[in-house]
Every structure is written in C-alpha cells, then in structure tokens.
C-alpha cells in the first residue's frame, strides 16, 4: 500500500526559494527543471518510504528516526511514521547542515 506524501510548510518553502533564486541567478528553464527533479524524488517516498539515509549530522546526536535523499546539491530530509512520509526540509546539501537541521527538525516547534 503506497504511503502518503506531506511537504511541511517549511519544505514547500524551500522548494519556492530554490526556485526563486535558480530562476534570478541562472535561468528559468533551469530553475523548473530542478523543481521538477526535486518533486519526482519526493513522490517516489509513496512507495519506497526508507528510502536513503539517516542524515549523519542527526545520526551522531543519536537521532535514527529521519532520512534523507540527494538530489545534488541539495538534501531532501523526511520522516516516515503513521503510514505516511513527512518532508520536513529540501536544502543545498553545502550548508552547515548541523546547524541548520539541529534547528529545523529539533527546535521548540514541533510542526507534526
């Protein structure tokens, strides 16, 4: 049975942000043809929810319960619990991902 498929806001933020700056700084066909790749990659967790990794920069906290797909140069980072995927962050895989996870998926808001 194919699981469900949710984008956080947060995610679907991102996904609008990488666009935007594809878009400003290359060109639009590139910015949609990235979107597109992005998109697909998020829609094969329906039927391949574990998928991928744990992120090693949450893997050395202890934290096992999220994973993560490349979709080069940027991370796609998700959960899988209840019968569906949550995608909590779609981000340039070259940032501080420590920093950037650790306040993403383990601030005071939790958003599922």
């Not at 290359?26 to 574990?50: G, H, M, W, Y």
Request: hydrophobic share 40%; proline share 4%.
């Amino acid at each position: 049975m194919p699981f469900e498929v949710f984008l956080a806001e947060d995610a679907e933020w991102d996904i609008e942000d990488i666009y935007r700056y594809i878009a400003e700084h290359d060109a639009i066909e590139n910015a949609s043809r990235v979107v597109d790749a992005l998109e697909q990659l998020c829609a094969k967790f329906t039927e391949f929810p574990e998928r991928g990794n744990v992120p090693k920069e949450l893997r050395g906290l202890g934290i096992t319960e999220y994973r993560e797909v490349s979709c080069k140069p940027h991370r796609i980072v998700c959960r899988v619990f209840e019968g569906r995927v949550v995608i909590y962050c779609v981000v340039d895989g070259r940032w501080d991902m420590q920093s950037f996870l650790q306040r993403r998926l383990l601030g005071p808001v939790d958003r599922w």
